[in-house]
């Protein structure tokens, strides 16, 4: 069986579990091929939390959840030196950042010193402590949750902490014929108990998973596409030679580099899990929303007349052509 097929199977059994929301179960296999990180928002009881310990269950790696509240401390998070009494030395003791999947429980509610306790993780797969450095396990991966609706108590993430996630993800509410559905499954979940996973991926088969989405192949009109549409977002005001006014008002800032490579991974992800061996532009624009609504910043005039991200990269993908 191929790892495609695979995934494929993974794909479905998640869709059973996690019922309603599509997106978010593509999302988390997009973020695992890519190795990237995940930043989903939502309102409380939309299945954040049931998806990423859903893919744990199909995993050999470990997993922990970390609630984030406004009085969490950064050694709660990476860890910290204990005193031995019997040996008269201090030894690091690791925290839950160490395990293989980390869920950030409401991450805005916690504050800025600690959600930069993150950054060095999340970017450069380590942990600093005192005079030492400890290495990340190579299958790393951390999905941030935050809640739309409190304001009271949270903290926004700072563009630092933002850029270092792979995608923003934005979930709903589920269909009607979807609810009545989770409602099915949790009186059988009550009743039984919840199914053991009967697909369980290796490291070793992600790592090998990853190396085949690499090796995807990208025309060059498509690989033009995407530039063009990162490039887009950092000047909006001449697009195509013509002037477009509104979007220069309304945009601050653009994607970075990194941006530009999130894309480019994700695309390639996509294309792997519809399994085709090549992207299309279709694949650049599925994950187009995801990967830029973080990174681009908007004017406070934008923002007082209602303008979203998501507008922006809207009028982007309807104005920048493809390459042909």
């Not at 969490?72 to 395990?99: C, K, M, N």
């Not at 994607?255 to 992800?269: E, K, V």
């Not at 934008?302 to 052509?321: C, K, M, N, S, Y």
């Amino acid at each position: 069986m191929s790892l495609q097929h695979t995934f494929g199977e993974l794909r479905v059994q998640l869709a059973k579990r996690i019922i309603g929301q599509e997106k978010l179960v593509d999302r988390l296999l997009i973020a695992l091929l890519a190795d990237g990180h995940l930043l989903v928002e939502g309102a409380p009881g939309l299945a954040k939390t049931t998806a990423i310990k859903a893919l744990a269950d199909h995993l050999t790696g470990d997993f922990h959840r970390i609630q984030f509240t406004p009085d969490l401390l950064p050694s709660d998070v990476t860890g910290s030196e204990i005193y031995r009494a019997e040996t008269g030395l201090f030894e690091f003791q690791r925290g839950p950042i160490f395990h293989n999947l980390v869920l950030a429980d409401e991450i805005n509610r916690a504050p800025a010193k600690v959600q930069s306790a993150l950054l060095e993780a999340m970017g450069e797969r380590q942990v600093s402590v005192g005079m030492r450095t400890f290495p990340l396990d190579r299958l790393f991966m951390v999905m941030a949750t935050q809640n739309p609706i409190e304001q009271e108590g949270t903290y926004p993430l700072p563009e630092a902490q933002l850029d270092r996630f792979l995608m923003h993800v934005v979930i709903g509410y589920p269909s009607a014929q979807a609810e009545q559905a989770i409602l099915h499954l949790a009186r059988n979940d009550y009743r039984q108990g919840q199914p053991e996973a009967d697909i369980r991926l290796t490291a070793d088969q992600v790592f090998e998973a990853r190396a085949q989405v690499a090796d995807i192949y990208m025309a060059e009109s498509v690989e033009q596409y995407l530039l063009a549409l990162v490039l887009a977002t950092r000047d909006p005001g001449t697009l195509d030679g013509t002037i477009n006014p509104e979007l220069a008002r309304w945009t601050a800032f653009g994607a970075s580099p990194r941006g530009t490579i999130a894309l480019d991974r994700c695309a390639r992800a996509i294309a792997w899990l519809s399994g085709r061996d090549y992207v299309t532009p279709d694949d650049v624009r599925a994950v187009a929303f995801d990967v830029l609504r973080h990174r681009i910043l908007l004017t406070f005039e934008a923002e007082a007349e209602g303008i979203t991200a998501d507008t922006v990269i809207q009028r982007l993908i309807e104005r920048v052509p493809v390459s042909a």
